[in-house]
């Protein structure tokens, strides 16, 4: 079950208490056993506020998304056992802009691509994303064996130790609120110790290699040319030329991983310390122009796309101090020989006769490694609103600083075939110390009917960020509206006005991949 800690924060302790209010489960009587039965209908409406420059016309004002889902919560106790399943259905009617996306990489490419994109098949979902079954041993000891998920970290929008599941980016990228949403459950065991003469909880997770599905490691994103897609790859379908490997000789999903938690409290400071051998979140390419594998093992065009078996070591803390009035956190992962993607020599080519006669795209010039530290610090506030903002209570106010250093780093300079790349596809050098600033204002009125946040992040390492003003309303006990603007500023999308899919920017960094593609968002929940 999850692991949170005592202050819940951010956007998803905004979505969480909105959508908790008046939710209450239907509760059936099984005789000697009760069933509680509850969940969601939601209705998603998001519309182009930019014209897609990736494309021919204008789609500014389009709609960009329609997506329906239903889901389904159950949970019972059957003596000492408590069994818990989560299901879930969507689906997505094909708007027209969607429809023009993925019909331009089909009548591009046509013959020549390996396969024929399908937005349905990354939109569409039939799932039984949680089923497990928790109990103690003793007094002292509990598993919960089954799929599910575990939380092993508090950030929000970006993750340092919050890594033992990847997540769905595909549809909503980085901005749905609610994590639990677009996480990706396992199926592991989960035991937890409790020693509460050291004050601490002592966490185990195994997964026995071949339990579950393969497809289940790591993240999904937006690699089809979708309406998420980076700037230059939307209606480019890339996983007709990369296919995954899951059977990677440095990434095998049929391995048994394992981690191991420590969290405790040292007088006012609640603190964890963290192991876990287990698979990388984010994909690598394993390129057929410098292959790390065999050139017969790899499954695509241009190669493969795996998930490394990596060792973090983490550490993380939060408490409250009192001369400021808020509360103060910290994460920090550091993870030993964590692969990147080299730039290579790309030469923004596609011979359809030759397919392979020169490198199409940056990044595929092969993989090196380098030790990895992701750190967080956090500051949570409550802010005295009333007066001068009118609010119901205090205000949460967050700030966040997150970075990415690369240890032993010698950065190269731009078009070096050995220098690391910031994302797949894109020619922009990643730096020594990537860094991201967040901020959250999170108001209430009218006894928390009313809820308008305003979230905004910065990247001072490469320029670029976003300001996402969002408004949740509640209505009774099952209704929930919500209304939010995603609004993305960047450096580096001169080089994308012709649409050319091969071309390549040197100045193009994780904000710039939003560039022309600010969103309004509507977003009707009825909850059971």
Not at 388 to 407: E, I, K, M, N, Y
Request: net charge negative; proline share 5%.
């Amino acid at each position: 079950m999850n692991q949170r800690m005592p202050w819940r924060h951010g956007l998803t302790a905004v979505s969480a208490t909105v959508l908790a209010a008046g939710a209450q489960a239907v509760e059936f009587d099984l005789g000697d056993t009760k069933l509680n039965v509850g969940g969601y209908l939601r209705q998603y409406v998001s519309t182009n506020l930019s014209d897609n420059k990736d494309m021919r016309g204008d789609q500014q004002f389009d709609l960009s998304m329609l997506r329906s889902v239903v889901q389904l919560n159950a949970d019972t106790q059957v003596g000492p056992l408590f069994f818990k399943a989560i299901g879930r259905f969507a689906r997505e009617p094909m708007t027209s802009y969607s429809e023009h996306l993925e019909d331009q990489h089909n009548q591009r490419f046509g013959a020549l691509s390996p396969r024929h994109t399908d937005f349905n098949d990354q939109y569409n979902e039939n799932e039984l994303r949680e089923f497990y079954v928790a109990f103690d041993a003793g007094e002292r000891l509990g598993f919960t064996i089954g799929r599910q998920q575990v939380v092993w970290g508090e950030t929000d929008f970006f993750q340092a130790m919050d890594i033992v599941q990847g997540y769905d980016f595909r549809w909503r990228a980085f901005l749905e609120p609610e994590n639990e949403d677009t996480r990706r459950p396992l199926a592991m065991i989960n035991a937890q110790f409790k020693a509460p003469e050291l004050n601490g909880t002592l966490q185990l997770l195994l997964r026995p290699g071949g339990w579950g599905r393969d497809h289940d490691i790591g993240s999904l994103y937006d690699t089809f040319g979708g309406r998420w897609a980076p700037q230059k790859d939307r209606g480019t379908d890339i996983l007709s030329f990369l296919r995954y490997d899951y059977r990677h000789s440095d990434g095998d999903v049929g391995d048994t991983t394992w981690g191991l938690r420590w969290s405790g409290l040292a007088g006012p400071i609640q603190y964890t310390l963290n192991y876990l051998r287990w698979f990388g979140t984010d994909p690598v390419i394993d390129s057929r122009w410098n292959p790390t594998a065999g050139m017969d093992d790899l499954k695509g065009l241009w190669g493969s796309l795996y998930f490394p078996k990596l060792s973090t070591y983490g550490f993380t803390a939060s408490g409250y101090v009192e001369p400021v009035d808020a509360v103060f956190s910290t994460e920090v992962a550091y993870t030993k020989d964590k692969p990147y993607n080299l730039l290579g020599s790309p030469t923004n080519c596609f011979d359809p006769a030759n397919p392979l006669t020169c490198q199409p795209l940056p990044s595929l010039g092969g993989v090196t490694d380098r030790d990895t530290i992701r750190a967080m610090v956090r500051m949570d506030k409550q802010l005295k609103t009333e007066s001068w903002l009118g609010t119901a209570r205090p205000s949460l106010f967050s700030v966040q600083l997150f970075d990415t250093w690369l240890l032993g780093y010698d950065e190269r300079h731009e078009g070096d075939p050995l220098a690391i790349v910031d994302g797949p596809g894109h020619a922009a050098i990643k730096k020594e110390h990537s860094t991201v600033a967040t901020a959250i204002l999170a108001l209430n009125y009218k006894y928390d009917t009313v809820n308008p946040t305003l979230a905004a992040g910065w990247d001072p390492s490469n320029n670029g960020g976003f300001f996402i003003p969002s408004l949740d309303l509640t209505y009774g006990e099952h209704w929930r509206l919500r209304f939010e603007a995603d609004l993305f500023f960047h450096d580096g999308d001169s080089k994308f006005k012709s649409g050319n899919p091969w071309t390549a920017s040197t100045d193009t960094h994780m904000f710039g991949y939003f560039a022309n593609n600010n969103q309004l968002l509507m977003r009707a929940t009825y909850q059971f």
